[in-house]
């Protein structure tokens, strides 16, 4: 870990309890997202796997709390979550360095976007599912920010076609 850890402000040195509870967390497939946020002047999209249903009525993310796109999911407390193509693998792990920024030009995306039903966020055209959500509560755990959201929505849209992206950690592959 020591090795692999980088200088940049946004990277951050897992504990070895925080490692040891994310291999335990990717035991199984977890689908990969694009996640839409906008608040006033700022917006982002980026890619998300830390995410899932509970047992309970909320939907659970968590996302590193060194993000500037934290600061812009509470204070939106609404983002629509895109289904990412498997064919788009490259794309969303390119779509990575946006975690790193507070804002994004939408007009440099690789893609073509249209407006989420619900709040108009924009969204990938080629979007496999589109479920939206409202931030009911977001606490600091460990490195992470964990926000506990409620679906308001979901849409697949008409021209969703192919498998979804799912990341496997290494071991478990």
């Known amino acids: 870990m020591r090795r692999r850890r980088r200088t940049n402000p946004y990277n951050f040195q897992m504990t070895p309890e925080d490692v040891r509870g994310i291999h335990v967390f990717y035991i199984c497939p977890r689908p990969v997202v694009l996640v839409s946020v906008e608040h006033e002047a700022s917006g ?10 509970t047992d309970s009525p909320w939907f659970s993310m968590a996302l590193r709390s ?10 939106s407390r609404r983002m629509a979550l895109s289904g990412v193509p498997f064919a788009w693998q ?25 407006r ?7 969204v990938p055209e080629a979007a496999l599912r589109v479920c939206e959500v409202t931030v009911h509560e ?7 920010v964990l926000f506990l959201t409620k679906v308001e929505g979901v849409t697949i849209p008409d021209i969703a076609k192919g498998p979804q992206l799912f990341h496997s950690f290494g071991p478990y592959r």
């Open 44 to 53: 982002n999209l980026f890619p998300m796997d830390l995410i899932g249903p």
């Open 66 to 75: 060194t993000s500037p796109a934290v600061r812009l999911m509470q204070q």
């Open 90 to 114: 490259a794309i969303a792990y390119d779509l990575g360095k946006h975690h790193q920024l507070s804002n994004i030009d939408w007009d440099t995306l690789p893609f073509g976007t249209t």
């Open 116 to 122: 989420s039903p619900l709040f108009h966020l924009r």
């Open 138 to 144: 977001f606490r600091e755990v460990g490195s992470h």
